[in-house]
């Protein structure tokens, strides 16, 4: 599978930004996605889960109440609407594949990530 993600940018505190990854491959509607995080210098973060159907989601704490994760199956594609963003959400934001449906079987590997600017 390759992935592909998009909609990064440079936004003011308190702003919303919304990325979406594209995945190549057939495999897309049975497997998880996820989406990671990571600052130059530090290890890449969790985000958010999604499984297989889209019904069973998980957040990083951080995070809570402020993005979404959500996916198309139908265009082999999964999105993370970004709102009230803060300054420490500046970071490199890939997705990554699930190894099984369910969002407990891990994620991995990740695609290019696109760069997100939180100015404050």
């Known amino acids: 599978v390759q992935l592909q993600a998009s909609g990064g940018g440079l936004v003011q505190a308190g702003g919303s930004l919304k990325l979406s990854c594209v995945a190549s491959?057939?495999?897309?509607?049975?497997?998880?996605m996820a989406w990671y995080r990571q600052v130059p210098g530090s290890e890449r973060d969790f985000v958010a889960g999604?499984?297989?159907?889209?019904?069973?989601?998980l957040y990083k704490n951080s995070v809570k109440g402020r993005f979404a994760i959500s996916r198309d199956n139908t265009k082999n594609t999964v999105y993370l609407q970004m709102n009230n963003l803060k300054p420490e959400d500046t970071a490199i934001y890939s997705c990554?594949?699930?190894?099984?449906?369910?969002?407990?079987?891990?994620?991995?590997?990740w695609g290019p990530g696109t760069l997100v600017t939180v100015s404050s």
């Open positions: 999604i499984d297989w159907k889209g019904d069973d989601k």
């Open positions: 990554a594949v699930g190894r099984l449906a369910v969002i407990a079987g891990g994620f991995g590997p």
């Open positions: 491959g057939s495999t897309f509607s049975n497997i998880a």
